[in-house]
Each structure stands twice: as structure tokens, then as C-alpha cells.
């Protein structure tokens, strides 16, 4: 856990990009990887990852996010490939996985659905734990995590519409329909002891779940510890002193850009606030954070999967919590053409898109000032 300053919170994001050819089609990153630092493989072929380091400002990182991914699209450019900015490849293609013993322990745990994890790209924003707030900020970005609404950027999988927010319906209520603790969103804690007896537990399910699908357990505990054996959207790191928010679709990097600000200023907010569980709307002032009971959390959650924005009720509570809602246009809405899409339409969608990402790159300006 890093020590307690008195400058802004460092706050980082890790965003994951479809990798497609000149005609739409998925394909592996190939010499993309590491042409910056920060832009490594994701478990899956068509995926890469392009991280950044913990920034204290929003410039900082706004700074290093747009050269990294801009070193990404040069060399993409060279190589005739595009990076897609979308939850989902929306339709028509077979995802295969990088092989690793550790995705053959998930496989064999989670089953079949496990497919579904396969055809998912998200964001993960990163902020800094502040020596005795750390619970406060977990339960907080509980709360926050309807917010994952403002950056829904695909309504189809496999061709089929799901939901507004079709990657966290696959994550959460697909994935892991057999195995839901592991991926579903935790209850508020009370304190650190607490999570740290969840965590336990869920890992011992876990290793208990892998040697019954025939896993040795020497190989579960290769590649699997306590904090690493869970997805659940809202989670202690202890191995990089932060609390991890990992709801948000890959989506446009001014976006992200921007919902990490956001959720860094509201956390920011912590370290002259009192913050308390009460009653169900929920909202955020000047030295108060209360934020609504969990089951009024997850109606909003389901709000946020679909119809996400055009849910005034969840409007209004991300607008008391501390968003400009007003301020995002999340892709989503922009695709949503119907029940279905054709691999063809689907090819299209991530061009467009692809362009979409580029001009974003070209046009960003700072999200706020520091």
C-alpha cells in the first residue's frame, strides 16, 4: 500500500484494443507488441493492451496514454492494421486464445462459457490506496460502478444484439453464470479483514472447482494466488497499491481519459469527506459522500447494462455522484442498427470505429484542468 502524500492521486488505466486488417478482419497484433512501452499482449490473439504508469494529473496522463497508443497506430499504419475501440467484435469471428497453462485452468473451470470472456475488451482505471480510506474507496467505486454506462460501446455479440452494454452482460451474467462470485460485483466491506476473507474464500472455491475439473493443484497454484483468482469488477491490488475498477468497455481514449478523471476526483474527494451507507439515491458534496444501499447499486448496474443513458433514473443518480453525463456520447447507441449483424456489417462497424479511435488521437485536447 503506498504511502499517504498530499498531492493529487495517482490514477492509471490499462485499455484493450481489437487488433483488425485493412477489410475489418481480426488478427493478431504481431510487431504492434512493445513498439512502446506499456503495449503488451492481452490473453487472447486479436487483443492488444496499452498501459500506462500511475499519473498524478489528468494531463500526465492524457500525455503518455495518446504517445503510447500513437506510437501504436504509426506502426499499425506500416503494417496495414487498425486498432478497434469496441466492448465487443460485435459478430462473425473465431477468438482464439494465446496458450497458456493459466487459460487452460480458466477453461476448465469456467466450462464452455468461458467463450464468452474470450470476445470481451475492456478498460481497467487504476487509483492509488490511501492509507486508512482504502475501504472507503473500494465501497465508493461499488457505487460508482453504474458509471460504467458512460463509455458502453457495443450492443452485439456475435452478431446478435445483447444489451446497450453487451460486454459487461457477457462478463457478468454469462461468463460466470456457474462460478458467480468470481466475476459478479462484491458487497460493500466494512473493513480490509473482511475482503481479505472473502478473497480467501473464493480462491479456496476456485482451487476446489480446478482439481474437480481434473486440474493438478501444483499448476493452480502456479499461475493463481488469492488476488488474482478473482474478476470481480471492483477489487484491492495490492500488488500495485490501488484500487482497480475494471467495469468500463474499451472505448475512445478521450473517454477513458475522461472517466478516469472523473472517478479520480471523486475519490480524491475522500480525504475530507465523511462517507456513509444510507437509503437508496445516493449523491456526492462537499464534504459528504453517501452512497446508496448495494441492492439500489445493482438496479442502477442493470440500468447501466441496458438501456444505460437513456435511463433517466440512472442519469440522475450518475449526475449526483459526480458525473457530467452530458459530457459522454458512448458508441453504443451509434451501432445499435437492429437485432442482428451480419459479419459484413459487423467488418464495417470496426473501420468506422477504427476511424473514430484515429481522429480522436489527432483531435484530443486536455479533459480539464489540473
Known sequence: MSAQHSGPIRRSIEVEYWVVDDEGRLTPPGDLL???PGVEPEFVEPIVEIKTTPCETT??????LL???GDVLERADELGKRLVPLGTPLAGDDVRERPSDRTRVQNRVVGDDFAYV?????THIHVEQQPGRAVDQLNTLVALDPALALVNSAPYFDGSRLATGARSLLYRRMAYADVPHQGWLWRYIDDVAEWDRRLERRYDDFVTAAVDAGVDRRTIEANFDPESAIWTPVQ?????????????DAALPTQVIRLADDI????????????RIEGDRGHVSDGEIVLPGFDAVLGHVDDAIDPGLDSTPLRSY???????VDAYRPLSPDLDVGDSLTPAEARRCRLDAADRLERDVLRAEPVSSD
Not at 266 to 275: C, F, I, K, M, S
Open 118 to 122: 474470450r470476445h470481451c475488451a475492456g
Open 67 to 69: 504517445a503510447r497508443l
Open 318 to 324: 450518475l449526475d449526483r455522484m459526480g458525473f457530467d
Open 264 to 275: 479520480a476526483s471523486v475519490v480524491d474527494g475522500l480525504r475530507d469527506a465523511e462517507v
Open 59 to 64: 494531463r500526465a496522463l492524457r500525455d503518455e
Open 236 to 248: 484491492f491490488r495490492e500488488t500495485f497499491g490501488t484500487v482497480e475498477w475494471r467495469s468500463p
Open 34 to 36: 512493445g513498439v512502446s
